[in-house]
């Protein structure tokens, strides 16, 4: 979005502007969602916020870059959640999406799921962030173990709530089993075709299987310095956008960005959770990226209302209201 320089100089004392006029999406498909994500790739970027637990104020980040900048994120990011209070609230969760959709933000999802190997509720110490044997990963993966059925029910609980997006004609960014090369969750360090590509590709079998035609796939590591991301890829018959999250770091260096392009092979490609607001060095230079997405609270935490403010008014960024479907 440009702004005169004298809107800009408002902007630097505190001032905000009016956000364009949202322009509500229509029922629609995935691959419009994608078609778009690959047009805007090398001229803009999508801005995104992350909206993490209380499930029951799905909206409550994305309503603190509106309260600095007068602007809606053009992407909303919230989460499928784990403990019990956040699941029982998965509907709220879904209600915002379908909200955001209406006026007219991208929708994102992901899910810190419970591992099977405790509740279907969990606290994210000892329940997401927890550490399983391979055997017992090995287990989740394969047919007929108790393990298994116990994950295959797990995925059969989201089912639903996805189908509602579906039904409305509203496509997601689903990012299950982000940062796989990580191991602080019990899906991830596990490289190879039988570690956390197995049990990716076997949640996007299932989840076609149950004709939720709505998700665009959305493939994630962080930019853990070891490198090898690719060894952790599913193939490109299952991922639509290959993203990064950027915590070892403010912003992916030039080796992440090229070593990102080179397994997403002309997929898009995305910075899936940051902490820092993108700069302008970042945005001119890393051209490739089609959207970016602040960690919930890093928003204010780790962002001076300036930086928020010249990240939200960049030429190459789009918020609510510039994001076109058509």
């Not at 989460?79 to 969760?93: E, G, K, T």
């Not at 810190?112 to 997401?128: L, M, N």
């Not at 962080?222 to 690719?230: C, K, L, M, R, V």
Request: net charge neutral.
């Amino acid at each position: 979005m440009r702004i005169p320089a004298t809107i800009g100089a408002a902007l630097l004392l505190g001032a905000t502007l009016l956000p364009v006029p949202a322009h509500a999406f229509p029922a629609t498909s995935r691959t419009t969602v994608i078609n778009y994500l690959k047009s805007i790739t090398g001229t803009s970027i999508v801005s995104g916020q992350h909206n993490k637990e209380p499930a029951s104020s799905p909206g409550q980040y994305t309503a603190q870059v509106n309260a600095v900048t007068g602007q809606w994120p053009g992407l909303w990011g919230g989460d499928m959640m784990f403990r019990a209070d956040d699941v029982n609230n998965r509907q709220r969760v879904v209600d915002q999406a379908l909200t955001e959709w209406r006026n007219g933000s991208l929708v994102a999802l992901t899910w810190h799921a419970c591992s099977p190997t405790v509740g279907r509720t969990c606290e994210f110490e000892g329940g997401v962030k927890t550490q399983i044997s391979a055997t017992q990963f090995q287990q989740i993966v394969t047919g007929g173990t108790a393990l298994n059925t116990t994950w295959r029910s797990r995925m059969a609980e989201v089912v639903p709530y996805l189908r509602q997006l579906r039904d409305a004609g509203v496509p997601v960014l689903w990012r299950p089993f982000h940062e796989m090369n990580e191991t602080w969750n019990w899906w991830g360090g596990r490289s190879g075709a039988n570690g956390g590509a197995k049990i990716y590709q076997q949640m996007k079998d299932y989840f076609d299987s149950q004709g939720l035609t709505n998700l665009i796939w959305v493939w994630n590591v962080q930019d853990n310095p070891a490198g090898g991301w690719s060894s952790y890829y599913p193939g490109a018959a299952y991922v639509d956008v290959v993203s990064l999250d950027a915590w070892y770091k403010s912003y992916p260096s030039t080796a992440d960005y090229q070593q990102i392009q080179s397994i997403a092979a002309g997929k898009p490609i995305a910075i899936a959770e940051m902490g820092k607001v993108p700069n302008a060095a970042l945005l001119t230079s890393q051209t490739r990226w089609a959207y970016f997405m602040i960690w919930s609270e890093q928003l204010r935490a780790n962002n001076t209302n300036a930086e928020i403010q010249a990240a939200y008014f960049h030429p190459r960024v789009l918020n609510q209201g510039e994001v076109r479907l058509g």
